[in-house]
Each structure stands twice: as structure tokens, then as C-alpha cells.
């Protein structure tokens, strides 16, 4: 069965574009040119993966990603805005998008950019089908509890919603717990790729999970920053 891609933009031109691009890739793709149509068809279809632009008639594309992230469809989204502006790149990514990417851009980017993504979650696929034994899975740090398998953690037994890229990230690094990780090893292991020194989206990702995990995010316990080096897990037990 192949993988399919939902890509949602209201330019006739850049569909085509991408459609003929994707399909010549492999790819399944099923598309939408205004934001209703587009966030009815992630219900419906349930595709891999949403290439969504911002600028969209009748639902923009920041509303469609924070409706499908509050059903908890947690499909990977990417992003398409029409001009680097850093108030759409923080918006997208706080309201729940996995990656974000500036028109104009190649097509040959944006495949890269989908493939990177689905290689990344079946290698998480592959390693939890490799581990069958739960207690060996689960990881407990204080009074927070991570399940990989089943993608889902816990704070002083009550669940986290977490986007699937905020798990990611704290999965990361709590596999990696007492370690400081710069921005661009997080880059490197949960994005799997090089954002070309742009690294906003790892502190944008990290300021939302300190929203769901720290009582007080001015004063972390959990996740600490380093300045100039970058960030790491500490363990912490509720008192």
C-alpha cells in the first residue's frame, strides 16, 4: 500500500506541482484546495502525512492544524507559508505542526522533507515491534512516565497531550536524561534533518512542553537550559 500524502494549498499551480512531484515519488496524493475540504479529508482519509499551506480560504491553515490537534489526530503536519515571517513559522509550530517550510521551495525539498519525517516514524515502528515486554519500555523520571510504545506519557499519573513531535522531543530527551543536548543534536535525532542554523523550532517545542510538564515555567525542574549549549532532562519528584 503506498503512503499518502494530503496537501492542502489553494494555488492550483503549486497542487499540480507537488501532486505530479509526489506521485512520481511513490507517493499516494489526495488534495484540497481550501481548508474545510482539506481538514474534512484528514478526518476521512486519514493520510500520513498533511503538507497544509497558511494562507487558505474558508479555514486557514493554523485553524486546521489546531482543530486536528485538539480531535488528537496526531498525523505529521508540514507547513507552508508564503513568506518567511517568524510570527507564522511560532504560531504553526505552538498550534501543533511538525515542520514548517517558505514558499518559494523546490519540490524535490518538500519530498525530502515528508520522507524524512516517515523514515523517523517507521524506525520508532520498527524499535518498540522489537520490544515486547512493557516494563523494559516504560521510562520514569520522578513522577513523569513514558510509554514509546504506545506513545503516551504521564504526569503524576494524569496523561500529557502531547503533538506527536512534542513526544518525540521528550522521549528524546529523556533517553538521554542528565545529558545536555544542543539544539542541533535535537534537530538532528528528532527532526531528522538540518534546519540550516534555523533551530526556533526546537526552542518553540521545548517552550510547549515545558507548558504541559513545569507548574512554573519561569522556574523549570524538569527541563533545564544550558545557556549557550543547549538543553537537558532532569529528574524530579513532585513534593
Not at 40 to 58: H, T
Not at 191 to 204: A, E, K, P, Q
Amino acid at each position: 500500500m503506498k503512503t499518502k500524502v494530503l496537501v492542502v494549498d489553494d494555488e492550483q499551480s503549486i497542487v499540480t506541482l507537488l501532486q505530479y512531484n509526489l506521485e512520481q515519488a511513490g507517493f499516494e496524493v489526495i488534495t484540497a484546495m481550501d481548508g474545510e475540504e482539506g481538514k474534512l479529508l484528514a478526518e476521512q482519509e486519514s493520510p500520513d502525512i498533511i503538507v497544509l499551506d497558511v494562507m487558505l480560504p474558508k479555514l486557514d491553515g493554523m485553524e486546521v492544524c489546531k482543530q486536528l490537534r485538539l480531535e488528537n489526530i496526531k498525523t505529521p503536519i508540514i507547513m507552508l507559508t508564503a513568506k518567511d515571517d517568524v510570527f507564522d513559522t511560532i504560531l504553526g509550530l505552538e498550534l501543533g505542526a511538525d515542520d514548517y517550510m517558505v514558499k518559494p521551495f523546490s519540490p524535490r525539498e518538500v519530498i525530502a522533507r515528508v520522507k524524512a519525517i516517515l523514515r523517523r516514524i517507521q524506525a520508532q515502528a520498527e524499535q518498540s515491534s522489537e520490544n515486547t515486554n512493557d516494563e523494559q519500555q516504560e521510562i520514569v523520571i520522578g513522577n513523569l512516565v513514558i510509554h514509546p510504545e504506545r506513545y503516551e506519557a504521564y504526569l503524576q499519573k494524569k496523561p500529557l497531550y502531547l503533538t506527536l513531535k512534542e513526544f518525540e522531543l521528550l522521549l528524546f530527551l529523556a533517553q538521554n536524561k542528565g545529558r545536555v543536548l544542543t539544539r542541533e543534536q535535537l534537530l538532528s535525532a528528532v527532526w531528522n534533518y538540518d534546519f540550516v542554523g534555523d533551530t526556533r523550532i526546537v526552542d518553540v517545542n521545548i517552550s510547549h512542553l515545558r507548558e504541559k510538564i513545569e507548574e512554573d515555567t519561569k522556574r523549570p525542574v524538569y527541563i533545564k537550559t544550558l545557556r549557550g549549549l543547549g538543553y537537558k532532562l532532569e529528574e524530579h519528584k513532585d513534593e
